[in-house]
């Protein structure tokens, strides 16, 4: 048995409408999970090794279920485009060069090195179509602690010839080649089936990777219902389904027993894939970033949130620009409020709590127990550090918490553990 | 004469809709203003100091035209409320702290130091109504360097006991009291009369404030049509007026001749009040960090600049949560875009050059030539070094400056002029 504890203000979700603060208090962990939070140690923990993190507020571990691992080297550039328009001008053409493995160890150190500091603890993670560069992003993320899902891309159809799989049985070849190199090769990171989106795969390829998925039993990651120009050219690619999730639902990649599976997106989902996405728990990767930048609009999550479907939220780097969970946080409660105010005031906006509870207990369920320090969660903790914001009153820890987010500011974060392994 | 040089890439919008870059250039500097960019060092100026910023970016100064600085304690704080519940639970209670001169120091210095350090070179600010305050707020943003213009806040009707002025006369008297302590005392810090906003001011108030600002010819700031509620309760206090505008021009206090005039919102103005700002040369503060927090809405930018009205950006702290002006450019794209996904399809979103173009010469156009390195511009210039963003690939200086603004990192500012004086 291994224990240990930091010491500071502890915040975390006890469910989508609470947050739990205890001031400087002790955060156990046993055997890399969470065992109680104390005021004193308890006997037993007596002689635990404590960390003290002095006045800093102590947070569970971000989950973002959603980001391109290629995309990282463009974030914040060539924002003025819409998805497809955007997609072929600058997404497409960047992980193109994914197939030099010099460039992707270049970008790819980068990108996790960055991962790393960030307040995100779990990632699920596209790569490029690349089986060598793919597998070489996930030695780096194996590197950092971090415990992630990472997909090596499909996309046999109506990409451009530099980033384009010759057929199905090449795209499915190269994917079992890759699961054979990665998929014990691991400790934290982890192979997820991605087909890029419907546009990127014919029928013939989401049967091999289907068929590949119920082999390895994996998780499934994708893209749905994002923007209306990728709607409608969905339904003229598959006009026997009544609408987008179908598209993959057809195929069994659409959730449901054994096929955990996270749609990015759903901002303009229809109330029949709302029922199917809630009858299959599928997750969704809630990119209120992404969604603003490339004008897609606005997701109804507080919709999901009452009708009980999982949510999580992504950064979608590089649709998003920021690699910061604590923004994506802010992100989701001003969309939402914008929402209410623009479009339909039957849904109200997301509270801070809520969306706290979405980047943490709401992501992190897509990986066992995780988002929280309630006992028996992995220990997945963020010590940040806010003194250097200086003010003239007294504050509570739960309003040092809200500005903490709302600034989103990399310097507060000075430590992190994942499944109580210290980061650093 | 004085003169010296800046050298680094040199990026400055030439009009709303072009951003000039100039590639390792000399930005020459002389009394004050700026006098040319070059390649190499003219004949005349061949001996002048240059400061080398090496790889850096240079912008010129951001223009802040509506925040308030006793609000910087809670930013980031209480942001789950619409306007007037925010401004009766959070704002009023905090703004009458600073009839505690003690308190007003410390806040206030905080406050002013972090200006100082943000990438906005003028700014047109609100204090508090009280005088002492108010003053001690104007000393110390004098020592920053900043060119600015300051509030003493009137409001003598609806507001709590703590925070009211005894009656229109008292107000008055006040603001003259101010005015007479601080209209000639600095060199770089100049009174602008505050109304707060009209459900905050009795008929007789604006009366006397209209005859002030005749006297004094002081500019003029408030608020205007910023949320729905706030518009209804302006309509019932003045029956006689068409729209919210109307409540100021009938006392002459809405821009015209010699009265130049910020209203700060503007988000949901009828036509009526639109075509008035345009015929009184009114200037228009987009604010959409705020106008997202407290659930406002969003302003139509596009339609204001389309028909020629002045337009700038304010951080609006604290219903804006971040004083990064670099964050105000992106806030501002990102509503846009959505206002243009969910409201309106006639009004497209704002491009990075326009947003550009509302931070530097839409705001700064209220200072004067201000906002711009053409020729007899003042020599307000902002030195970025992003050098720390490691990207895999080569990027264009127009690349870097698009992912600097989006990234809005404090960090990245490493030096300040504002009319040619140094800051840092």
Request: aromatic share 10%; glycine share 8%; hydrophobic share 35%.
């Amino acid at each position: 048995m291994s224990a240990f504890a930091l010491k500071g203000n502890i915040c975390f979700s006890q469910g989508k409408n609470k947050i739990s603060v205890h001031e400087q208090s002790y955060l156990i962990c046993e055997n890399g999970v969470c065992a109680g939070i104390f005021k004193e140690l308890p006997e037993g923990f007596l002689h635990i090794p404590v960390r003290d993190a002095g006045d800093s507020l102590i947070i569970p571990g971000l989950s973002d279920i959603h980001l391109h691992a290629p995309q990282y080297s463009f974030r914040g550039m060539g924002m003025d485009l819409e998805l497809l328009d955007w997609l072929n001008t600058i997404t497409f053409p960047e992980e193109a060069k994914y197939a030099d493995l010099d460039y992707a160890r270049k970008a790819y150190s980068i990108f996790t090195e960055d991962l790393k500091k960030s307040p995100t603890t779990r990632a699920c993670i596209f790569g490029t179509l690349h089986v060598e560069s793919t597998e070489l992003l996930m030695d780096f993320l194996e590197e950092t602690g971090l415990k992630t899902f990472v997909g090596k891309v499909n996309m046999d159809r109506n990409g451009p010839d530099i980033l384009q799989e010759k057929n199905a049985e090449e795209s499915a070849k190269a994917t079992l080649h890759w699961l054979s190199d990665t998929s014990e090769k691991y400790l934290n990171t982890k192979p997820i089936l991605t087909p890029r989106f419907t546009p990127s795969c014919t029928d013939e390829l989401m049967k091999k990777l289907a068929e590949i998925q119920q082999e390895y039993h994996l998780p499934v990651q994708s893209h749905l219902s994002e923007n209306m120009g990728e709607i409608s050219w969905v339904q003229e690619l598959c006009p026997k389904t009544a609408f987008y999730g179908e598209a993959y639902d057809q195929f069994g990649l659409f959730g449901g027993k054994g096929c955990p599976t996270i749609m990015a997106h759903c901002v303009h989902s229809p109330e029949a894939e709302i029922e199917l996405m809630k009858k299959r728990g599928v997750y969704v990767a809630h990119c209120p970033q992404s969604n603003t930048n490339l004008s897609s609009g606005i997701a109804p999550v507080r919709e999901y949130l009452d009708r009980g479907l999982h949510v999580g939220l992504g950064t979608d780097i590089a649709g998003g620009h920021s690699l910061s969970m604590l923004r994506a946080i802010t992100d989701a409660i001003q969309v939402s409020k914008l929402r209410w105010r623009l479009t339909d005031d039957s849904l109200k906006a997301l509270t801070f709590e809520e969306a706290f509870y979405l980047a943490t207990m709401g992501g992190g369920e897509f990986f066992g127990k995780v988002g929280s320090f309630l006992d028996g969660y992995e220990f997945d903790a963020v010590i940040l550090d806010d003194s250097f914001y200086r003010h003239p009153q007294p504050l509570s820890v739960r309003e040092r918490l809200e500005r903490l987010v709302y600034l989103s500011d990399d310097r507060c974060i000075k430590g992190k553990y994942v499944s109580g392994r210290k980061l650093f």
